[in-house]
């Protein structure tokens, strides 16, 4: 990219919070000045709200750049911040966890079930072998005992490796070894799409390939046959018969909590540190600040799968660690119907949701029908995070789930970054639809040139972070110099997040897509991300992905894959109709020089299992080449479905 990002795409439209929120908001405007008077003061304001064994000398240690220290010397247990000190404070009976398995069989998980089944973890963990320091990895549905394996790792001082249970086994097997992980935990399967999907034949052959597994631990939830060896254990015969009795030992502030892997876009995966005092302070602060969690009365569901670090931070320790009573799903959206979240909201009267613009565009596919169905008056706040939402998918988000009139937090962060750190506050920010917004209170985030220089209100650039913060990445699991490389070598002093952005007239961040991914146009800088928001905005298109692909004229041209609204016609004449209309409305919108030269209407897009647009896929297609790996891919047939049409149907018209 050179200097600077083309800036697009003009907003206009802004939201003030409710009047009764932001009466009632845990944080106030007054946040943003306190932090800035004192970052380190602020910083330690908010791991008070933490119960520490032992106080920390120093807030940050930041003598060895890129290497931080938080809390120096601080002692604190995690599992015990987020399970005993609440049932100590008498809130044992209030509900942790109301999880619904895909088939509809529930379960209602207090507080003190939670600790309890954590401490028998613990101990059974502790039986096979485990001490503090030991690397557990973790491949499981989303079933209670993924958060309870991760807390009782956390509460051993074991550090836990969760890998997506969509992973293959190659995936699974390669991070095993990366961490020499001693114990896997898994399961027989889990459910997904109406029927049982297995994992234990892929944790057999991952281990089978890796040398440092001792033990395995199998969850019964599908009650599938399972093949079976010396070294698995059932969860029902270990952890289910082991002693309710277990002492938290507190650990450093600076004790490896998690190792989780990361593919960004080259091919062997960083395995991305955290650490425990600063990464549960910020954690518990961002959940109290961002969703404004009212732990007394709100019920607070994030649709995220535990394997992503949206389910380590805002499932399991950021709420837990408030005392909160959340919603946690096994399944699928639209098992066995397409209104599933919505009747899951309904049934739990959830009050904060948090999800991925990818499930937003989805629904607006399926279209405002389906939410219409359904009781949604309990929702208070809504959440986004993953990727760049698309100025109409915020506007829809907002009117067909939020009555028109709830505020939503458009939240940027990474798996690095171990908590949100862009973001609105609910009680103080007036939204733009599409804008995260500000850093948050102790944040230092900004946008630079290739010199490293601040763009001025109006310009594109990079995105960095300029101050260390508390839930940062310490390194890369085994490779330090890949830290230094990767994250800190691209700017002097400041930490290169891999995000284009631009700063609106008014100072406010906009997320334009990973830097990799920017098209250079006729010597023209342009995001994706507003290309695709641009198509997004025609009424006939739910979602889009765009890429550049080499072009002999413009070095590089824009093509584009529209997934068309749910009522939209695309038969036969009436879709090569919508593609010149859309062609032209992107001209329009954007200016002539982001139309797209070709616009393919699919059905699906290549995603990760977290949501994101693979691109790196979609170039291959428009360049047809062969496909790069995919193995990170949710649904492989995907890309099929893309390729045939693609041969098919070419529509460059000029
Ligand atoms: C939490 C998470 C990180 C990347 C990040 C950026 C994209 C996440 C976003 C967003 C725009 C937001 N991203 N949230 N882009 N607006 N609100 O997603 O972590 O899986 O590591 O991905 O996701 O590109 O750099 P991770």
Redesign the pocket.
Known sequence: MSETLENLLKETRQFPPPAALAAEANVKADAYAEADADRLAFWERQARRLAWAQDWEQVLDWSNPPFAKWFVGGRLNVAYNCLDRHVEAGLGDRVAIHWEGEPGDTRTITYADLHRMTCQAANALTGLGVTAGDRVAIYLPMIPEAAVAMLACARIGATHSVVFGGFSADALSSRIADASAKVVITADGGFRRGKPSALKPTVDEAVSRSGSVEHVLVVRRTGEEVAWSDRDHWWHETVEQASPEHTAEPFDAEHPLFI?Y?S?TTAKPKG?LHTTGGYLTQTAYTAHAVFDLKPETDVYWCTADIG???GH?YIVYGPLANGATQVMYEGTPDTPHKGRVWEIVDRYGVTILYT??TLIRTMMKWGEDIPAGFDLSSLRLLG??????NPEAWMWYRQHVGRGELPIV????????GA?M??PLPGVTATKPGS?MTPLPGISADVVDDQGQSVPNGGGGY?VLREPWPSMLRTIWGDDNRFVETYWSRFDGMYF???GAKKDADGHVW????VDDVMLVSGHNIST?EVESALVSHPSVAEAAVVGATDPTTGQAIVAFAIPRGTADVSGDAGEALIADLRNHVAKTLGPIAKPRQIMLVAELPK?R?G?IMRRLLRDVAENRSLGDVTTLQDSSVMELISSGMKGGKSEDE
């Open positions: 989780l990361t960004g991305i992503w670090v949206t931070s991925a613009p986004s995070v993953g990727e760049p939402i458009d939240t940027w962060w990474q798996t690095e970054t949100i862009i973001s995260a995105l997040a891999g995000d997320l334009l897509g990973r991300t990760t977290s994101k």
